[in-house]
C-alpha cells in the first residue's frame, strides 16, 4: 500500500486554500465571514488560539453557502488540472490519500480521480465545525492504525515534515517538492 498526503504533494498547491478563495469569488456571501475570519487569524498570530480554532472559524463562511455540495462539486471538477502528472502515471488501486484537509473536499478530488480511499479532517460541509482532531502529524498515524492495524506503508509521500510520524511507519518515504520526489531526510 502507498500512502500520500495530498495538498502540495498529489495536488498543486493547497485545496483548502484555493476552495477558500474560490468561496469568496463563487459565493459571495462568503466575504461577510473576512471580519472573524481576520479577528481569530490576529489571535492565532500572537498563539492565543489554537489552530483548531482559528480553521473552524475560517470555516465558518460555510454558513454563508446555501448549496455546499454543488459547490464543492464545482470546485473539485474545476481543479482536477492540479493533479500532478507523476501522481497519475505511479496511482495503484490500493493508494490511501491521508490529509489535514476536510474530508468532504479531499473525497470529492479522490472520487475523480479514482482514489478510493482516503482519511482527512473530519468539518461538518454546512458549519465548518470539526468533529475531533485535526488529521495532522500524529494524527495520521492514529487514524491510519485505527483503521489498518500494522498494515504495511511500502511507499509514503508528502511536501511536509510535519509528516514524519507517517513517514517513520513506512518502508520508504519521499519528500515532494515540485514535480520532484526526494528521499526523506534522515533526522539529525
Same mark, same amino acid.
Given at each position: 500500500?502507498?500512502?500520500?498526503?495530498?495538498?502540495?504533494?498529489?495536488?498543486?498547491?493547497?485545496?483548502?486554500?484555493?476552495?477558500?478563495?474560490?468561496?469568496?469569488?463563487?459565493?459571495?456571501?462568503?466575504?461577510?465571514?473576512?471580519?472573524?475570519?481576520?479577528?481569530?487569524?490576529?489571535?492565532?498570530?500572537?498563539?492565543?488560539?489554537?489552530?483548531?480554532?482559528?480553521?473552524?472559524?475560517?470555516?465558518?463562511?460555510?454558513?454563508?453557502?446555501?448549496?455546499?455540495?454543488?459547490?464543492? &462539486?464545482?470546485?473539485?471538477?474545476?481543479?482536477?488540472?492540479?493533479?500532478?502528472?507523476?501522481?497519475?502515471?505511479?496511482?495503484?488501486?490500493?493508494?490511501?490519500?491521508?490529509?489535514?484537509?476536510? &474530508?468532504?473536499?479531499?473525497?470529492?478530488?479522490?472520487?475523480?480521480?479514482?482514489?478510493?480511499?482516503?482519511?482527512?479532517?473530519?468539518?461538518?460541509?454546512?458549519?465548518?465545525?470539526?468533529?475531533?482532531?485535526?488529521?495532522?502529524?500524529?494524527?495520521?498515524?492514529?487514524?491510519?492504525? &485505527?483503521?489498518?492495524?500494522?498494515? &504495511?506503508?511500502?511507499?509514503?509521500?508528502?511536501?511536509?515534515?510535519?509528516?514524519?510520524?507517517?513517514?517513520?511507519?513506512?518502508?520508504?518515504?519521499?519528500?515532494?517538492?515540485?514535480?520532484?520526489?526526494?528521499?526523506?531526510?534522515?533526522?539529525?
Amino acid at each position: 500500500m502507498n500512502v500520500y498526503d495530498w495538498d502540495n504533494t498529489i495536488y498543486r498547491g493547497d485545496s483548502t486554500f484555493g476552495f477558500v478563495r474560490w468561496l469568496y469569488i463563487h459565493r459571495p456571501k462568503t466575504l461577510l465571514s473576512i471580519p472573524r475570519t481576520a479577528f481569530f487569524g490576529l489571535l492565532y498570530g500572537v498563539k492565543a488560539v489554537k489552530k483548531l480554532t482559528f480553521k473552524e472559524n475560517l470555516y465558518h463562511m460555510f454558513t454563508f453557502v446555501d448549496d455546499m455540495d454543488a459547490a464543492v &462539486e464545482e470546485f473539485t471538477s474545476s481543479h482536477m488540472n492540479h493533479i500532478k502528472d507523476w501522481y497519475r502515471e505511479a496511482q495503484k488501486d490500493d493508494d490511501l490519500v491521508i490529509s489535514a484537509s476536510p &474530508e468532504f473536499l479531499i473525497r470529492s478530488f479522490c472520487e475523480k480521480t479514482g482514489i478510493d480511499t482516503c482519511m482527512a479532517s473530519e468539518v461538518d460541509i454546512n458549519t465548518g465545525k470539526y468533529n475531533g482532531l485535526n488529521c495532522h502529524g500524529k494524527e495520521k498515524v492514529r487514524r491510519f492504525n &485505527e483503521l489498518y492495524g500494522t498494515k &504495511e506503508i511500502e511507499k509514503f509521500y508528502s511536501d511536509s515534515l510535519s509528516d514524519s510520524p507517517l513517514a517513520e511507519i513506512s518502508k520508504t518515504a519521499y519528500l515532494v517538492k515540485g514535480d520532484e520526489l526526494k528521499p526523506w531526510p534522515k533526522e539529525k
